[in-house]
């Protein structure tokens, strides 16, 4: 569920970036910078999103780490697999936002739109990391309870 979220704010960033394009070559808006300041602000809105779910995936692993389960976490591997599939997500937007960038920026950005594209990246990458280290701690914890 949270997947499909984070696809559509994506998807919408870029349709946002592309109306607002064609709103300023009409000459309803200043060029540039309000189209850059559109995309950014909805980049930003996912990144806001995988912050929140840092914190979600933190929580959880200090659940694991505490010990205080007295069974196994994930004995049906449903936790694991909506990881994987999270991280399949997370590394999917990074290569649409990559393919966005280059064809329709041509790989050039105000310091506004490369500060959101950076901190999503930098966020993206972090949660990956996050996601990643919860499923071996879950690993780990379900492996001392047998299953």
Same mark, same amino acid.
């Given at each position: 569920?949270?997947?499909?979220?984070?696809?559509?704010?994506?998807?919408?960033?870029?349709?946002?970036?592309?109306?607002?394009?064609?709103?300023?070559?009409?000459?309803?808006?200043?060029?540039?910078?309000?189209?850059?300041?559109?995309?950014? *602000? !909805?980049?930003? +809105?996912?990144?806001?999103?995988?912050?929140?779910?840092? %914190?979600?995936? #933190?929580?959880?692993? &200090?659940?694991?780490?505490?010990?205080?389960?007295?069974?196994?976490?994930?004995?049906?591997?449903?936790?694991?697999?909506?990881?994987?599939?999270?991280?399949?997500?997370?590394?999917?937007? *990074? !290569?649409?936002? +990559?393919?966005?960038?280059?064809?329709?920026?041509?790989? %050039?950005?105000? #310091?506004?739109?490369? &500060?959101?594209?950076?901190?999503?990246?930098?966020?993206?990458?972090?949660?990956?990391?996050?996601?990643?280290?919860?499923?071996?701690?879950?690993?780990?914890?379900?492996?001392?309870?047998? *299953?």
């Amino acid at each position: 569920m949270l997947t499909v979220a984070i696809r559509q704010l994506f998807t919408a960033a870029v349709q946002s970036l592309k109306s607002a394009a064609a709103r300023a070559l009409n000459g309803a808006l200043p060029p540039g910078v309000l189209v850059e300041f559109r995309c950014a *602000r !909805r980049i930003d +809105a996912l990144t806001r999103r995988l912050v929140g779910m840092q %914190r979600k995936i #933190a929580n959880m692993s &200090a659940h694991v780490l505490s010990g205080s389960a007295r069974g196994a976490v994930d004995a049906d591997h449903k936790l694991r697999r909506m990881l994987a599939e999270f991280k399949q997500d997370l590394n999917g937007v *990074r !290569r649409e936002l +990559a393919t966005w960038h280059t064809r329709e920026c041509r790989g %050039r950005t105000g #310091a506004l739109l490369a &500060a959101a594209i950076e901190r999503l990246n930098r966020i993206a990458a972090d949660t990956y990391m996050a996601a990643d280290r919860l499923g071996f701690e879950i690993d780990e914890h379900d492996r001392r309870f047998g *299953r």
